[in-house]
Structure formats: structure tokens, C-alpha cells
């Protein structure tokens, strides 16, 4: 059984730094990892996502430049350092995994099979 664990969230002001962690219990070392938010009334969206080699990662745009994903597959972890942080990064950010073609910008979210518990960032102006 996988299960995801997240951890880092908070409250933070507009041009700081969080960083969120995910441990995947019972993962598949070779599955691919990443993070998605959800604010209210939108869509959910791939922030960034990174295969277990670390051969392709995907980022948002809207992200790129400022977060970084990275991942330690021994320990089955995922972590997404987020800098010059704004209001609009204020979402429910979720852990996600699963094998390398379901976690890609442009494809459909339902489709991931492992997901966290969600953790929240709010970013104040």
C-alpha cells in the first residue's frame, strides 16, 4: 500500500521561501514524483514533476525560475524548495506519483493514482 506524506506548508509573506517535503511509503523508487495545487475555484495544476533519474522534470511556467523540485529516491522523498513567493501561489499543495506519463504538464490529474493529504501555503501581500 503507498501512502503519501506531506509536510512544510504555512503562511508566509509575498517574496519569501517554503519549503514542502513528501515521504512515499511502499513507492516504487522508480516512479515519477511531483506537486500540484489546487486554489479555491480553480483547477487543479502540475507545479513540477520529476522522474526518479532526474532526467526529465517538468515545471509551470507560472513557477519556473523561482521553485525547484528535487527528489532523494532513497528515502522516496520529494521536496519543492518555492522562493520569491506571492499571493498567487496560495493553494492546497499536494504530493503525487506515479509512473513517468501520467505526471507531465498537459495531462489529465484524475488519472494519478497516489496522492498526499494536502498541505496548505498561503502567501500574504
Known amino acids: 500500500q503507498v501512502q503519501l506524506v506531506e509536510s512544510g506548508g504555512g503562511l508566509v509573506q509575498a517574496g519569501g521561501s517554503l519549503r514542502l517535503s513528501c515521504i512515499g511509503y511502499g513507492l516504487s523508487i522508480y516512479s515519477r514524483m511531483g506537486w500540484f495545487r489546487q486554489a479555491p475555484g480553480q483547477e487543479r495544476e502540475l507545479v513540477a514533476a520529476r522522474s526518479w533519474s532526474g532526467g526529465t522534470t517538468d515545471y509551470a511556467d507560472s513557477v519556473k525560475g523561482r521553485f525547484t523540485i528535487s527528489r532523494d529516491n532513497a528515502r522516496r522523498a520529494v521536496y519543492l524548495q518555492m522562493n520569491s513567493l506571492t499571493p498567487d501561489d496560495t493553494a492546497v499543495y499536494y504530493c503525487?506519483?506515479?509512473?513517468?506519463?501520467?505526471?507531465?504538464?498537459?495531462?489529465?490529474?484524475?488519472?494519478?493514482?497516489?496522492w498526499g493529504q494536502g498541505t496548505q501555503v498561503t502567501v500574504s501581500s
Open positions: 503525487a506519483a506515479d509512473q513517468d506519463d501520467r505526471l507531465r504538464i498537459g495531462k489529465p490529474w484524475s488519472t494519478i493514482r497516489y
